[in-house]
């Protein structure tokens, strides 16, 4: 089992329209949580950390789920240029550096 | 700022060829790491420098040197190329060691498309 799993996509939603990706992953011992945005051909930059009780930025909202292992992103109202790939990503160990575990991403396409 | 500067940006190579990927930060970051990315397997981290003067293997280290040269660069060697190296490499930095300060930010440079034939 891959420590992070996420569905690839892709998503194709019209603009405007609500969206949600879901993450699992495996080590429970897991302290910390993030969504990353990678545009095509592009580096992945942070979009926002997820903390347990639930976060909201914009029109972001991340949520953390720890007895059942999963990370959700929700974006309201997307604009097309939401279209990119999220990764999901999570820091297994405590200490270490910033070893971070990132999932293979899942795919959004806003369209007009 | 410039923040993370990799170079090549792409580079063609033959089985066999040595290369170094090179990789500057100007945010006086404490840890920098090289990660690999290929279709289907996400980012695998290659090699991290935790700080000045350490380096350690991260997943998949296999085939790969790195040097810490100072606080600034990190490079990244493939001594013997092949062609399971054709990929996407991308450099970061951040700016925490322990878990108590840590942001869970990386700083990726814009990657270096690599093709081994």
């Known amino acids: 089992r891959k420590e992070v799993e996420q569905d690839p996509g892709p998503f194709n939603v019209p603009e405007g329209a609500t969206v949600a990706f879901n993450c699992t992953y495996s080590?429970?011992?897991?302290?910390?949580f993030f969504w990353y945005r990678q545009d095509c051909r592009k580096e992945p930059k942070l979009l926002m950390s997820?903390?347990?009780s639930g976060n909201e930025d914009g029109r972001f909202t991340a949520q953390l789920n720890r007895a059942s292992q999963y990370i959700s992103l929700l974006i309201r109202d997307s604009k097309l240029s939401d279209s990119a790939t999220y990764l999901c990503?999570?820091?297994?160990?405590?200490?270490?550096?910033?070893?971070?575990?990132f999932g293979t991403g899942t795919q959004l396409k806003v369209e007009l | 700022n410039a923040g993370v500067t990799q170079t090549p940006k792409f580079q063609v190579l033959k089985t066999g060829q040595s290369m170094t990927l090179q990789c500057a930060q100007d945010m006086n970051h404490n840890s920098m790491y090289w990660y690999r990315q290929d279709p289907g397997m996400g980012l695998r981290l290659i090699y991290y420098s935790a700080s000045e003067g350490t380096t350690d293997k991260g997943e998949v280290p296999n085939g790969y040197n790195v040097s810490r040269l100072n606080k600034r660069e990190f490079s990244l060697r493939l001594e013997s190329a092949a062609p399971s190296q054709t990929s996407v490499y991308f450099c970061?930095?951040?700016?925490?060691?322990?878990?108590?300060?840590?942001?869970?930010?990386?700083?990726f440079g814009e990657g270096s498309r690599l093709t081994v034939l």
């Open positions: 080590n429970s011992a897991s302290q910390s």
């Open positions: 997820v903390y347990s």
């Open positions: 970061a930095s951040s700016e925490t060691v322990g878990v108590s300060t840590n942001t869970g930010e990386l700083f």
């Open positions: 990503v999570v820091k297994p160990f405590t200490g270490g550096g910033n070893k971070l575990t």
